[in-house]
């Protein structure tokens, strides 16, 4: 059986990740747009591909990562750890070999996304 992502409960996690409430992500959507409609997003397993596509774009995170995430299988991967072992205080994670440091990954994209929730209280405050 093939698990499907929950395209609003992911714009919801992106959003929260952002600092952002509902109604900041409305205001940056357009008029149309209020809390109630995002709450209502948010809701949707499916999002359309333009709406997702616009959402993504004011979220600043690609339109696949909202299509694709999956909070289970990320919690997995970052759990499987060599034996559970620890190097000279260190935990020595297996990731795969990767040509990157994922943490390395991860940090980057917080610094990114306090830059752009100071960026957005600074729009918001004018």
């Known amino acids: 059986m093939e698990k499907t992502i929950h395209q609003g409960r ?4 992106f959003r929260e990740m952002m600092g952002l409430k509902q109604e900041a992500l ?7 747009w209020n809390q109630r409609k995002i709450s209502l997003l948010e809701q949707k397993e499916a ?3 333009p709406l997702l596509l616009q959402v993504a774009t004011v979220l600043k995170v690609p339109v696949e990562a909202i299509k694709n995430f999956d909070e289970e299988a990320a ?6 750890f060599e034996n559970g ?41 004018k």
């Open 10 to 13: 992911n714009v919801r996690r």
């Open 26 to 32: 409305a205001t940056e959507l357009g008029d149309e």
């Open 47 to 49: 999002i359309e591909e």
């Open 75 to 80: 919690i997995a991967y970052f759990n499987t």
């Open 85 to 125: 072992s620890i190097n000279n205080g260190h935990f020595s994670p297996n990731f795969n070999n990767c040509t990157f440091n994922p943490l390395d990954k991860i940090v980057d994209l917080y610094e990114r996304m306090l830059k752009e929730k100071d960026d957005l209280i600074q729009k918001l405050m």
